[in-house]
C-alpha cells in the first residue's frame, strides 16, 4: 500500500524545502511528496480510508456480546385503608409507608445463531476493503496528476523557448528584408512575407506564454510549490520501450489489477452479500442472555417485605420473524438488481483497463520510435537550414527559403518535445491502467532529469 509515515513524510518535505533554498532544482519525486501534503483530495482519500477500516470494527462487533448496565432510584409513597387485624399482625401491615427503591442489573447477550448477523458482518468487511482500494487508486491518480502537472509545465516551458527562438530568427529575417528593401536590394513582397510570418509568430508567442502560466498555476495548485526551477530532462533522453513488451500481458494486468476494476469487483461482493442478508433475515436467532440484578428498599413499608435481593438469570432466547408486510421480498428483489447492475459495471471497467492499457501501452511502444524519427528529422531540418543560408549569401536562395527552413527546425524542436512528453506520460498512464503505479515509476522518470 501506499502509505507515508507523517514524521517521514513531513522530514521529506523539510529536506526538499532546504534543497530549494539551497538553488536545487525540484524533480518529479519532491513534487509528489509536496502534494501528498497539500493536496485536499488525498488528504480526503485518508480519511475515507481510515473511517473505511472502522466499518471492519464495526462488522467484527455483531457477533461479540452485548453488555448493558441498568440502574435506577425510586420513591414510593403508599396511603390506604387497612381491614381490622388481629393485635398480632397489627403491626406487620402499615396503612402509610414511604419507600426508597434502589435497583441496578446487567444484562449479556451473546448471539448463538443470527445469519443476519453474520451477513451484515461480511459486507462491513467488503466495504472495508473498498475503502483501502479506493484509497489505493486516490494515490495512483495522485502520481498520475503530479506527473501530467509537472512535464506539462516542462513542455510549455520548451513550447514558449522554441516559439521566442523563432521569434527572434523571424525578427532578424524581417530586419534583413526591411534593410534589403531600403537599399533598393530586396523586393516589397519579401519584406510583406516577412512581417506576416512576424505577426504569425507574435501571437503564438502570446498563446505559448497563456499555455505556460495555465500549466504553472496548475501545478502550483496541487504542490504549494512554485512552479519554477523544476529540473528539465537530460539532453541524453534515451526512450525504453515498455516492459514486458507485450500488450496482451498489459491488459490481462489491467483486468485483474486495475484499481477500478478491484473497486467494481468488491462493489459486486457487497451487492451480493445485501441478496443474502435479506434472504437470511426471516431466519430465528437464537441468543443467550444472562444477567443479575440487585435490590433494595429502606423505608417505613411493612416488614413482610424484603430490604433486599439478588437474583440471576441464564437462559437462551429464540426470535421467530412471521411477517413484515412483503418489505424483506421486496427488499431482496431490489438487492437482486442491484447485483446485476454491479455486474454490468463490472463488464464495464475491465473493458475501459483494457482500452486504457492499449492507448498507453502504444503511447509508449511507438514513442521510442516516433522519438528517435523526429530525433533524426530536428537533424535533418538544421543541416537543410544551414545550406539554405549558405545558398542566401551566395545568392541562389532567397530570405523567405531562409525562414521556411528556420520555422521547420523550430517545430520538430516542438514535435520532439511533445513527443518525450507523450512517452513519459504514457508510462505513468499504463502503469495506472494495469493498478501498478508506485513510487518507483515516479523514481524511474526521475533518471531522465537533469538535477
Request: cysteine-free; proline content about 4%; glycine content about 6%.
Amino acid at each position: 500500500m501506499f502509505r507515508f509515515k507523517p514524521v517521514a513524510r513531513a522530514a521529506a518535505v523539510a529536506s526538499l524545502v532546504l534543497m530549494s533554498t539551497h538553488g536545487h532544482a525540484l524533480d518529479l519525486m519532491g513534487s509528489y511528496l509536496k502534494a501528498l501534503d497539500h493536496d485536499p483530495t488525498i488528504r480526503a482519500a485518508h480519511e475515507a480510508a481510515a473511517a473505511g477500516r472502522e466499518q471492519a470494527v464495526q462488522g467484527d462487533a455483531l457477533l461479540k456480546p452485548r453488555i448493558s448496565l441498568s440502574a435506577g432510584v425510586t420513591r414510593v409513597e403508599d396511603r390506604s385503608s387497612q381491614p381490622e387485624l388481629p393485635p398480632a399482625l397489627a403491626g406487620l401491615v402499615r396503612s402509610d409507608s414511604g419507600n426508597n427503591v434502589a435497583q441496578a442489573g446487567v444484562t449479556l447477550v451473546q448471539p448463538l445463531y443470527d445469519a443476519q448477523r453474520s451477513a451484515n458482518r461480511e459486507q462491513l468487511h467488503q466495504q472495508s476493503e473498498l475503502s483501502e482500494i479506493s484509497h489505493r487508486h486516490a494515490q495512483q491518480e495522485l502520481m498520475q496528476r503530479v506527473s501530467e502537472a509537472y512535464f506539462g509545465v516542462l513542455l510549455a516551458q520548451e513550447t514558449l523557448r522554441s516559439v521566442q527562438g523563432e521569434l527572434a530568427a523571424v525578427t532578424m529575417q524581417r530586419d534583413r528584408a526591411q534593410a534589403r528593401f531600403d537599399v533598393g536590394r530586396g523586393r516589397i513582397t519579401d519584406l510583406q512575407e516577412a512581417q506576416a510570418r512576424l505577426d504569425s509568430v507574435l501571437t503564438r508567442e502570446v498563446s505559448a506564454q497563456s499555455t505556460l502560466a495555465t500549466r504553472q498555476a496548475q501545478y502550483e495548485e496541487l504542490t504549494g510549490a512554485p512552479a519554477t526551477g523544476l529540473a528539465p530532462l537530460r539532453e541524453d533522453f534515451r526512450p525504453a520501450p515498455p516492459q514486458p513488451d507485450s500488450l496482451a500481458a498489459w491488459q490481462r494486468r489491467g483486468e485483474e489489477n486495475n484499481a477500478r476494476v478491484l473497486a467494481k469487483e468488491r462493489e459486486l461482493a457487497i451487492a451480493s452479500a445485501e441478496i443474502g442478508k435479506h434472504k437470511l433475515s426471516g431466519r430465528p436467532t437464537l441468543d443467550l442472555v444472562a444477567g443479575y440484578s440487585a435490590r433494595h428498599q429502606s423505608g417505613t413499608s411493612s416488614s413482610l417485605t424484603p430490604d433486599s435481593n439478588r437474583q440471576a438469570t441464564v437462559g437462551v432466547q429464540i426470535n421467530i420473524p412471521l411477517y413484515a408486510g412483503g418489505a424483506i421480498q421486496s427488499r431482496e428483489r431490489e438487492s437482486m438488481s442491484k447485483q446485476r447492475q454491479a455486474e454490468q459495471e463490472l463488464g464495464a471497467a475491465r473493458r475501459d483497463a483494457r482500452l486504457a492499457a492499449n492507448d498507453a501501452y502504444l503511447a509508449v511502444k511507438t514513442g521510442v520510435s516516433r522519438i528517435a524519427s523526429l530525433e533524426q528529422s530536428l537533424r535533418s531540418a538544421r543541416t537543410a537550414l544551414e545550406a539554405t543560408t549558405l545558398g542566401r549569401d551566395v545568392g541562389s536562395r532567397t530570405e523567405l527559403d531562409v525562414l521556411d527552413a528556420q520555422q521547420r527546425v523550430f517545430a520538430a524542436e516542438r514535435d520532439l518535445a511533445q513527443a518525450r512528453n507523450d512517452h513519459l506520460l504514457g508510462r505513468v498512464r499504463l502503469a495506472l491502467a494495469a493498478g501498478e503505479l508506485q513510487e518507483g515509476d515516479l523514481q524511474a522518470l526521475n533518471a531522465y532529469l537533469a538535477r
